[in-house]
Every structure is written in structure tokens, then in C-alpha cells.
């Protein structure tokens, strides 16, 4: 009997399952046991529909949470996201109806976004100030531009057209996951087939590295907080389309969201460890536990706090796994 | 020894006689000087190098040799003197000019990122692009498995660097500096973290580079090392350029009597000392992991022992295996008569107390006050009944400040405001305050102007008068024989012999650091 059980034990197919088991993240088993409560405590949750919204609604929070990998892999952060997305939906939406083009509006949007991410760069990486600091003050100073760009309303009347970038779909797949899709594998190329990926994780592992390999790095860090508000531009426009029209905190707090995402993927904030793929399952870990729990009517500030909650589990997990 | 099978490697089939090499040098570093605040880091330093030798640098701790190379790659910019290369006048000003150059430096501290693989960390700012501007990584992974075949290194090229164990990252370094192809190549002590079979394998790609033309600067410790791979020798001494001699020109006595003799201000003389009491710090067959191997000593009540050695030999994980910060694989710890537990908190509490080497960071909390410095140790001994009484702890503050001679306006002056000697003279109170019987101070004197230093010597003086015991780690050899009753010597992490007071000299220390005669 013993023996048939180590015969069973050392047997190389059990060794493997065990194996694969090991390797699936802490937020796979997140993602699973969310899906798994959700599916039993709401019948609504697995509906087709419902899946759909899920995926929809973590388009937007992907585009933000794939550059903030980036940022918190050089031992970065970016708290204006949020901000800075809801005053890009205004500039779209004044420009827009000003205008009347929506490409105009989008473009107004998108150079909002790399002024103030370049400004974010510039002054962590010229000055040689915490980004935490930084960003926390071009935070305030988007909200206040925002307040002041909308007169503290939603900008109403934006052209019907902007709503294809959210409603609309191409070849069966909607638009908002071809935005999310075609950032994500160009944030793929970027990181892991370019020069400028390894010069992402040098800046958080060891900019010695770069210095004396002859790389500025300065302007690597500035290029990381530009590509940050490059895609807060392009979720600017799904949010605009979403919301039909610009609002000065559509998007506020959005980057407390993003930020989660991240450390629940596993992206450590140190010493450049961690990548995109953990931070595609930490998107959809924070969306279902959202969907969730507004599926059973919680209130928004319950579900802060069990974001929250699930960040701290996903990093005591892995903290966990990796001592032992 | 077994070393003595690196002498298979043949250096006679090169082409010519290094020797009588007196070619334009490749690089040349003519009169450099570098100040940094309250040193003299070198003045006037010469060196040539040529191509198809190995110029081996040596000196003592702080004799101005990594600093030199610093300068030679960039990462330092001279304050006066020339490079050239060529025969040409160039200017070095980043490590990015140092690489149009052709120079490529193994460093000691490792520059390497943890969570990027050993080919995108051996092409780092040079990845091998295809014609759509991506990485080629199949194109990088090979020319990195090439690289590491040719140290013999068995490694896939796609692991992390997180992992790796030091003597595998130093080997990736060394492929690093070798993928670039270098005219000139500065090692500092590369075979430092290396066991011998890959220390081999090293030399043999010297030899290999030798005779490609690759002209070499190696730092080291090591006089085995001096004179097989050396064809020059340039000795350094408290920044100055000593002598530039051929290997075969000098004995390993010669080249030890040119390192030694730094010039010190003596204002300090040994008074008499009590004679020894009991033994206050018995530590027995110490071995800590990946640290320090079967180390064992004793300090008796009354005495200074110093702790010499090189830099890196293991003497401050001696210190803080004592201390109890890193934890023991096998061996005890007594002191007086009592085992001790492994933690800061047990050893502090027994009296025992570490005046560590950087004091700003782990001594002091620089913003706060002098007097709460003074008692951030004696707190629970100052005030049984655990209510802190502002009057009493001012008191005891002043009392410490006079007792010590510090000089600050006040016991509520900031501590970064005080000079580094105050600073050092506030962290021995801090342990005096807590009533601490066994002092361990790592490099006591770093960073402190020479008055200071003459004082702080004073100060450790009046301790062993007043029956405490101490331990000194100090990389100043002269340092070592003024103060110190005996002295212990480490060498690659073990104790490499005692030297008692009649035996203690410059000269002895060194020979025992670099293990010969």
C-alpha cells in the first residue's frame, strides 16, 4: 500500500501537476476563487452579459494599469492617472463640440495627457524628486484644471459619432477590446523586444547598470511617465464614449484601481521585478471583485475597501509562496 | 598550495617579450588628481598601459587604486592631469566616453539587474536589434551562450540574474566586459567571489586576451596573482604612485615594505593599559551562511583587539554575527560566561555595543537631538519605571556631553550639525548610556578629520581604563599597531592568524591579509 502510494507520488505526471500548480500566481487563485463565490452567491454574475460588462469595463482600467507596470517597475508611481483621465474627457468633449471633429477633440485629449506625463518625467527625472510627491501634486493640479475646464458639470452634447468607440465593435469584437488589445501588445513589444524594456527593469533593479552601460537615465525615465500619459489619451477616449461627454471626476480614484492591479499581478515595488502578464489577471481580479459586489448592491466605498482587502491578500500570498 | 596548477598556463608563447614593450600605451594616465571633501584620493597618479600586458595595481586599503580606475572609466572625473590614448589627449567625462574608448571594466559591486536574464543583462544598452528594430533575442541568446562557454560557464542564458549565486554574477560581469570586445580591460579584483576551478578559467581567457593585444589593469590582493598573471606592477600608497616596476623585478617582500608605511599624525601614545581581566567575549567556531567560515576569538576585559584584514575579507560580518544581526550556521557565542541568543536585542542588553562603520545611517537618527541620541540606547536603564522624565534625561545628556567632550551648542542641537568626530563621539555615549561593557567599533575613524581621529582614540582608551572591553575593525594597519593591545587578521572570511603586541607591525598585518610568508 505504501508502495503504490510513492509509486503514485514520484510519478512524473503527479510531479508536474504539482509543478503547474506552484507556478499559477496568486492572482490566478484570486481570480479563481472570485469567479467561484460570485458565480454562487449571484446567479446574474455568469450570464453572458454580465462577462461582457466585465471585460468592457476592464478595457479602461487595463489601459491605465499596463503603463503603471512600467512606472512601479523603475521603483516609480503615478497617482495623477485618474485625475488626468477625467480632465482629458473634458478637453475631449469642449474641444469636440467647439470643433465639431472628433479626431480634433482626441488630439486636444492625447497632448493634454503627454504634457502632464512628460511634466511628471521632467520633474522626477530632472530634479531627481519622488515620484510619489510629484505625482500626487499634478494630481491636484488636474483635478483643479478639470473643475475649472467644465465648470464643475458634465460637458454635455459631444457628436453621437464617439459613441462607436465604446458600442461599436469590429468583426464581432468590440471596439473597447481592440483598444485594450492593440495597447497591450504594443506595451508587450515595447517591454520585452525593445532596448527601451531592459532599460525599464535596470531603472528599478540597478541604474548603476544603465549608467555605465552609457544610457541616459533621466530620459528613460522620462519616456516612462510620457508613455503613461500617452495612454491615459487613449482610455480618455473610450471613457469620453462611455460616458457620452466629458466630467471633471469621471475618473477619479481610477488610479488607486490601476495601482492594485498591479501589485495584485505580482509587479513588486522593487528592484524591477514583476511584468505585464500578472498585471492582465490583477485588472480582471479588481473588475470581477467590482462587478461583483455591485451585482449585490454594494456601495462604492465597500468596494474600496475590498480592493483593498484583495491587494493585501494577493501580496501575503505571494510573499508567502516566495519563502517558501 | 593549489594554485600552484595555474602555473600550467603558458604566457612564454606570446608574441614578444612584454617586457621590452615600450609601444605607444593604448591608455595613459598622466598626473591625475582627485579630491573628494577632506581627502586627497590621489595626487598626481601616472600609469601606463600597454597592449598585450597585465599591469597589476596594488596597494593598501584606501591607497587611491579603485579610485584610479573610477577616473579611467568615467565614473569619476579627474580634477587635474590628462588621458590619452593613442599618444592623443581624449576626454573621459562619462562611462558612455570611457566605451567609445574601448574600455570595459569588471567591476567588483556588481552592475547587473536582478529580474532581467544573463543575456539581456550581458547585452544591456547593446541588444543585438533585427531589421525591424526588435531585440533578436535567439541572435543575443547565442552570442551570450558563446560568451559563457568561454568561461566554461554552464548556465542558461535565459535565468534570471536574480538567483544566481555571487561567484555566477561575478562570471556574468566578466562575460559582460568581455562581449564588448574591449582594447583595454580593467579588472578589480575579479577572482575575489571566484572558486578556484572558475578563477582557472578566468586566467586562461586573460592569457587568451593577452595575446590578442588587450592591454589590462588588475586590481588585487593577492600576491600569488601579482606575479603569475602580472607583467607590471604599479604600487600605490595614500593616493601617491609609488613605483612602477616589471614583476620579476621585485620579491613579495619588496612590493609588501612599498605598500606599508602610510604617514600618520601621532599625537596619540599608548598610555600603559591595566593588565587584561577576565575574558569578557569568547566566541568559538563561528560560521555564518555565505559569510564568514569557523571563526573564533577572544577579548578580555581591559584590552583592545583589532580586527584587520582587507576589504571584504569578512570582518564586519564578524561584527555583526557577534552582534547577533546575521545568524549563525554553526559554532557559540559566550559572553561573560553567558550564551548568547542571536539578536541585537539579547547582545545589547548583556553590554555589548556596535559602533557600526556608517554611523549616519545605522548609528545615529541624524535629525533628532544629541541628548536624545545620547539615550535612544539607555532608555530602559535610565528610566526603570518606564516614564520618561525630561529633566533627568537632560541631566544625563549634559553629564555624557562633558564626560565625552562633545562639542555642540546644546543637548537639543540636531545631530547632523555636529563634525563627524562629535557625530562618532555620540554613538560611543549612546552605548556608555546603556551601560555597555564590550564596545565593537567597525572603522572608527572613517570619515573623521585628523584631530578628531587622535581624540576618538583617547576616548577608546578611557573605555578599557574603566574595565570595558574592545573590539576594533580598522583598515588602517597604522591604526591597528598604535591602538590595539593583539590584533586578529582576516582573510577570504576566515581568521588567517593572531598577531600578539610584540609581533604587531604594518608589515606583519599585511603579510598575514594577503597570505604569504
Known amino acids: 500500500m505504501d508502495d503504490a502510494l510513492q509509486l503514485v507520488a514520484s510519478s512524473r505526471r503527479w510531479r508536474w501537476s504539482l509543478r503547474l500548480l506552484h507556478s499559477i500566481s496568486g492572482a490566478a487563485w484570486l481570480l479563481a476563487l472570485l469567479c467561484l463565490v460570485f458565480s454562487l452567491v449571484t446567479p446574474d454574475f455568469l450570464s453572458g452579459a454580465n462577462l461582457r460588462n466585465v471585460l468592457l469595463q476592464g ?17 516609480g508611481l503615478d497617482l495623477s492617472m485618474g485625475a488626468l483621465l477625467s480632465l482629458c474627457t473634458v478637453v475631449l468633449a469642449v474641444v469636440q463640440i467647439a470643433t465639431g471633429s472628433i479626431l480634433l477633440g482626441f488630439s486636444a485629449a492625447l497632448l493634454a495627457a503627454l504634457v502632464m506625463g512628460a511634466a511628471n518625467g521632467a520633474l522626477i527625472a530632472a530634479f531627481d524628486l519622488p515620484p510619489f510627491v510629484v505625482t500626487l501634486g499634478t494630481l491636484g493640479a488636474a483635478q483643479g484644471l478639470a473643475l475649472v475646464a467644465a465648470e464643475g458639470r458634465t460637458t454635455m452634447g459631444v457628436a453621437q459619432g464617439l459613441r462607436w468607440f465604446w458600442e461599436g465593435s469590429l468583426l464581432g469584437v468590440a471596439a473597447p477590446l481592440w483598444m485594450a488589445a492593440l495597447v497591450w501588445v504594443a506595451i508587450h513589444m515595447l517591454l520585452y523586444h525593445t532596448r527601451f524594456g531592459g532599460r525599464v527593469f535596470a531603472l528599478g533593479g540597478n541604474r548603476e547598470a544603465l549608467r555605465f552601460a552609457g544610457i541616459s537615465v533621466k530620459w528613460s525615465l522620462l519616456w516612462v511617465y510620457m508613455l503613461g ?20 471626476t ?14 495584485v499581478g505580482g509587479t513588486a515595488f522593487e528592484r524591477g521585478k514583476g511584468g505585464l502578464s500578472g498585471t492582465v489577471l490583477g485588472v480582471l481580479v479588481v473588475g470581477v471583485m467590482r462587478n461583483g459586489l455591485n451585482l449585490l448592491s454594494m456601495p462604492s466605498s465597500v468596494q474600496v475597501a475590498a480592493v483593498g482587502v484583495v491587494v493585501i491578500a494577493a501580496l501575503w500570498v505571494d510573499a508567502a509562496r516566495g519563502r517558501s | 598550495m593549489a594554485a600552484i596548477r595555474w602555473i600550467t598556463i603558458s604566457f612564454s608563447t606570446l608574441s614578444g617579450d612584454p617586457l621590452t614593450n615600450e609601444a605607444t600605451p593604448l591608455l595613459e594616465l598622466r598626473g591625475i588628481t582627485k579630491h573628494f571633501p577632506g581627502v586627497l584620493a590621489l595626487d598626481g597618479v601616472s600609469l601606463a598601459l600597454r597592449g598585450g600586458e597585465v599591469h597589476m595595481l596594488i596597494g593598501e586599503n584606501g ?4 579610485t584610479l580606475m573610477k577616473v579611467l572609466c568615467g565614473a569619476y ?36 539587474v536582478p529580474h532581467l536574464s544573463i543575456a539581456q543583462n550581458i547585452y544591456l544598452g547593446r541588444e543585438p536589434l533585427n531589421k525591424l528594430g526588435l531585440i533578436d533575442h535567439a541572435r543575443m541568446r547565442r552570442d551570450a551562450r558563446a560568451m559563457l562557454d568561454r568561461l566554461g560557464l554552464d548556465l542558461d542564458t535565459r535565468r534570471e540574474m536574480q538567483g544566481l549565486g555571487v561567484a555566477q554574477q561575478q562570471m556574468v560581469e566578466i562575460a559582460k566586459a568581455l562581449s564588448q570586445n574591449a582594447r583595454v580591460l580593467v579588472l578589480d579584483e575579479p577572482t575575489a567571489a571566484l572558486s578556484e576551478r572558475e578563477t582557472h578559467k578566468l586566467f586562461e581567457v586573460i592569457a587568451g586576451l593577452k595575446k590578442q593585444g588587450v592591454a589590462m589593469a588588475y586590481i588585487s590582493h593577492r600576491m600569488e596573482e601579482v606575479f603569475r598573471l602580472g607583467d ?11 613605483a612602477t616596476l616589471r614583476a620579476g623585478d621585485a620579491t613579495p617582500d619588496e612590493l609588501v615594505t612599498m605598500m606599508v608605511g602610510r604617514k600618520v599624525d601621532m599625537s596619540y601614545h599608548r598610555g600603559d593599559r591595566p593588565a587584561p581581566g577576565a575574558c569578557l567575549l569568547d566566541v568559538q567556531d563561528i560560521s555564518a551562511a555565505n559569510s564568514i567560515r569557523h571563526v573564533s576569538l577572544k577579548v578580555h576585559a581591559g584590552e583592545i583587539v583589532g580586527l584587520s584584514g582587507l576589504v571584504g575579507s569578512g570582518r564586519t560580518e564578524v561584527a555583526r554575527a557577534i552582534f547577533g544581526a546575521d545568524a549563525l550556521t554553526s559554532g557559540r557565542i559566550r559572553f561573560d560566561g553567558q550564551e548568547l541568543r542571536g539578536s541585537p536585542t539579547h547582545a545589547r542588553d548583556l553590554g555589548m555595543g556596535l559602533i557600526p562603520e556608517s554611523r549616519k545611517q545605522q548609528g545615529l537618527a541624524l535629525l533628532r537631538t544629541v541628548c536624545d541620541n545620547l539615550l535612544l540606547a539607555g532608555l530602559g536603564r535610565l528610566f526603570p519605571s518606564r516614564i520618561y522624565q525630561p529633566g533627568k534625561a537632560h541631566e544625563e545628556g549634559r553629564r555624557r556631553i562633558q564626560q565625552l567632550r562633545i562639542v555642540t551648542p ?37 570619515g573623521i578629520d585628523v584631530g578628531s581621529k587622535e581624540e576618538i582614540f583617547h576616548l577608546i582608551d578611557d573605555l578599557v581604563h574603566q574595565g570595558a572591553a574592545v573590539l576594533m575593525i580598522s583598515s588602517e594597519l597604522g591604526e591597528v599597531v598604535r591602538v590595539c593591545d593583539r590584533a586578529y587578521v582576516m582573510k577570504d572570511r576566515c581568521v588567517a592568524g593572531e598577531l600578539l603586541h610584540d609581533q604587531l607591525s604594518e608589515a606583519n598585518l599585511l603579510r598575514l591579509a594577503m597570505h604569504h610568508g
Open chain 2, 410 to 446: 546644546g543637548t537639543r542641537t540636531a545631530t547632523q550639525s555636529l563634525s563627524g568626530g562629535n557625530q562618532q563621539k555620540v554613538v560611543i555615549g549612546k552605548w556608555l548610556v546603556a551601560g555597555t561593557r564590550l564596545f565593537i567599533f567597525d572603522e572608527p575613524t572613517r
Open chain 1, 229 to 248: 500619459g500617452a495612454c491615459v489619451g487613449l482610455a480618455a477616449l473610450l471613457m469620453t464614449a462611455r460616458i457620452n461627454g466629458g466630467h471633471p
Open chain 2, 232 to 242: 607590471r606592477v604599479t604600487v600605490l600608497r595614500d593616493g601617491k604612485h609609488v
Open chain 1, 59 to 75: 478595457t479602461i482600467l487595463l489601459l491605465l494599469a499596463l503603463p503603471m507596470t512600467l512606472i512601479i517597475l523603475t521603483e
Open chain 1, 250 to 263: 469621471a475618473a477619479i480614484g481610477l488610479e488607486f484601481d490601476a495601482i492594485a492591479a498591479v501589485a
Open chain 2, 63 to 66: 591607497a587611491g587604486k579603485s
Open chain 2, 77 to 112: 572625473t579627474a580634477d587635474a592631469g590628462q588621458i590619452l590614448a593613442d599618444g592623443k589627449p581624449v576626454q573621459v567625462r562619462t562611462a558612455a566616453d570611457a566605451r567609445v574608448l574601448g574600455v570595459a571594466v569588471i567591476f567588483q559591486e556588481y552592475s547587473l
